[in-house]
């Protein structure tokens, strides 16, 4: 793979209940390759509700499924959502494949009781 080529992976997260950006919230990016999951990295949305770098670029990315772990139920109960315990939603994974060297976009819109992602731009 040559260093001009263009992939790259960023998320964005949003509180569907506050309207807000989703401020804090702790993300773990992990590659699957068969049965095995190797965590690459774990990073933290900053006050946009995005990472300050691309999760992954340059000689980073590399084509191949993948999985986000956020972790929506300590962010929720830091905004001090009262949640049962176990709560419904806490870690919400999203498993997604990368086919191609562009930029992979994948967003999370979350509350206390529900969730969605689509792939973004």
């Known amino acids: 793979m040559s260093k001009t080529d263009s992939g790259r992976l960023t998320t964005h997260v949003l509180d569907t209940a506050s309207g807000k950006p989703a401020a804090g919230l702790s993300i773990s990016l992990f590659r699957i390759e068969d049965d095995a999951r190797t965590h690459l990295k774990t990073v ?6 995005r ?41 919400v994974p999203i498993r997604f494949g990368m086919a191609e060297r562009v930029h992979y976009h994948v967003p999370l819109l979350i509350s206390p009781y529900g969730y969605s992602t689509y792939r973004g731009s």
């Open 44 to 49: 933290w949305t900053n006050a946009d509700g």
């Open 51 to 91: 990472c300050d770098q691309p999760l992954l670029q340059g000689d980073e990315f590399v084509t191949g499924d993948y999985e986000l772990l956020f972790q929506a139920g300590d962010y929720l109960r830091a905004q001090g959502a009262k949640l049962p315990r176990p709560a419904f939603l806490d870690i």
